[in-house]
């Protein structure tokens, strides 16, 4: 069965350094992969997408990459700032004729600390 | 645009009762899911909707769960009888149709604020 891995401890950095979250995953080729934020209360609100023969791809202080062979994806904040601060999700994308189908990990909390 | 909407946001109530959520997606979404998130966990898809048509059920407690999309727009998720377990947040989201304008990837996925179901 599919297995996503994310760190499963909060991650806490300082204002202005760059954050790194990791992404796993076993027994599964995907198509796509996903990146979600989450704010406490809130649902998931969508950041990033990369295809499988994408190496890297960006979005103002946003980079993710995507490692196919390692089975690994990278999801970089530059110049982190409070506002980043929240839960970040990835998820691979299992696409079908009549829609994406998402498995999620677990989640990597970030708190940027002034 | 407007979001996707769920209500109610909060529900309390005793195990062996029901409960049910409503969820209305983003104009022109075909596609409906519905997750649960257990507290500390990621989503979880219960059910996938095209259109009126379900697409992916194979996680969905048939014994106590159940869905619908009437209309091919509204849906509703009901559990009855609840359990302590089922105590969780229960998401739903809606995405586009392939390759549809508006200036964001088709794949993505548009998520509702959650309803906070606590069962005692």
């Known amino acids: 069965s599919q297995k996503i891995e994310q760190n499963s401890e909060a991650l806490n950095i300082q204002e202005g350094k760059t954050a790194t979250l990791t992404c796993n995953y076993t027994?599964?080729?995907?198509?796509?992969l996903q990146w979600y934020r989450q704010d406490p209360g809130r649902g998931p609100v969508f950041l990033l997408l990369?295809?499988?023969?994408?190496k890297e791809k960006r979005k103002e202080r946003l980079k993710v990459t995507f490692d196919t062979t390692l089975k690994q994806s990278l999801f970089h904040i530059t110049a982190s700032q409070p506002a980043d601060s929240a839960t970040y999700l990835c998820a691979l994308d299992l696409s079908t004729g009549g829609g994406n189908k998402l498995t999620f990990g677990t989640g990597t909390q970030l708190k940027v600390e002034l | 645009e407007a979001g996707v909407a769920q209500s109610p946001r909060y529900k309390i109530i005793e195990k062996r009762q029901s409960v049910a959520f409503w969820c209305n997606p983003i104009?022109?979404?075909?596609?409906l899911y519905w997750y649960q998130q257990i507290l500390g966990q990621g989503p979880k898809l219960l059910i996938q909707?095209?259109?009126?048509?379900?697409?992916?059920d194979s996680q969905l407690p048939k014994d106590r769960f159940s869905a619908e999309r009437l209309k091919g727009v509204d849906s509703t998720l009901k559990i009855q009888p609840a359990k302590l377990e089922d105590s969780a947040v229960y998401l739903c989201?809606?995405?586009?149709?392939?390759?549809?304008?508006?200036?964001?990837?088709?794949?993505?996925?548009?998520f509702g604020p959650g309803t906070r179901l606590t069962v005692l």
């Open positions: 989201a809606s995405s586009p149709p392939r390759g549809l304008a508006g200036g964001y990837s088709y794949n993505e996925q548009f």
């Open positions: 027994n599964y080729s995907p198509a796509y």
């Open positions: 909707f095209q259109n009126n048509g379900v697409v992916d």
């Open positions: 104009s022109g979404h075909a596609t």
């Open positions: 990369i295809r499988e023969n994408e």
